[in-house]
């Protein structure tokens, strides 16, 4: 080593002991020294390059850090939050999710946009927890899909969730005078001549984000799958290899679309909308929805996910 050499690295340590143990702004340094600020950037730098500075995260402070990182990585999504609950309650599991996924939405909310909500228990935790705005920011908070043909909960239902979001929000929301499934095709094909539903339509077309449930044929036999669809049979989703819905509109593992008996009644955004949404963000955890899960992903659906650690685990097997 020159004697050059070794002046160099004594200055790197020297500028980095004031930067890093000593506190002190670039700008400080560089008036102390007299060497440009610019010049001070770059010692640091040089300083990282040669390991003479070492910067160690502890990832004990977020224990879901590196499966969210994995998850993006793996998937191509924007955004990962993955939580940790010590209940084993579904509905505290729920919450939490919710309150981490509100102040997700809070942090990607821009003025004036459009969001698209979906039903479910999962989206009614996510809009629970929303924070009360203080001063409106032009949103607006439209259904995605129509109402239930059973007796859901009203809660639930995606009405009460777009006009909760809107009112949290301090935002305006149009509701859905539709169901989701039709008794047939003719009867669906003139609701969607009226006025009502093209304006809908219309918000769907330009949605900037989008929040949604995914659902899972083995959960079929749940109560809210019954009161959302009645006594519509559904049996033919095993059969058709279905995996998940998003919006009532089924895909296979892979993320193919599968046409099913429900298709030409039903009332709901065309899932290849939601690839145009800035945020397309999924909230759903459990291993009865893994499979419905795991083909939105690879369908390209949700760019965004929320969901709890042990599904998280699954999802990267």
Known sequence: MTIEDRDDIRLIVKIAQLY??????????????GIYRSTISRILKR?????????????????????EQQLKQKFSLKEVVVITSGSEKEEEQLDIMGQHGAQLVE??????????????RAVQALVENMPQSSQSRQ??????????SGKLESRYHVNTLAYGAAARLKGESYLADFPALLDNAMIRNGIMQSEHFKSISTYWENLDIAL???????????????AFYGSEETDDLQVRHVAGDIC?????????????????KTLSIEIHRLKQARYSIGIAMGSEKHSGIIGALHGGYINCLITNRETAESLLE
């Not at 949103?139 to 239930?148: A, Q, Y």
């Not at 509109?249 to 030409?264: A, K, P, W």
């Open 248 to 264: 009532s509109r089924f895909y296979d593992i892979n993320g193919v679309l599968v046409q099913t008996n429900m298709n030409e």
């Open 139 to 148: 949103l607006i908070c439209v259904p995605i899909i129509g109402g239930p």
């Open 47 to 67: 300083g990282r390059e040669l390991g003479i500075v070492t910067i160690a995260i502890n990832y004990d402070y977020n224990e879901n850090l590196w499966l």
């Open 212 to 226: 949604v449930g995914i659902g899972s044929p083995a959960i079929r036999n749940g109560a809210n799958w019954h």
């Open 20 to 33: 890093y143990e000593q506190n002190m702004t670039q700008a400080q340094i560089a008036h102390e020294q």
């Open 107 to 120: 942090r990607l909310l821009e003025p004036g946009d459009i969001i698209g909500l979906s039903w479910g």
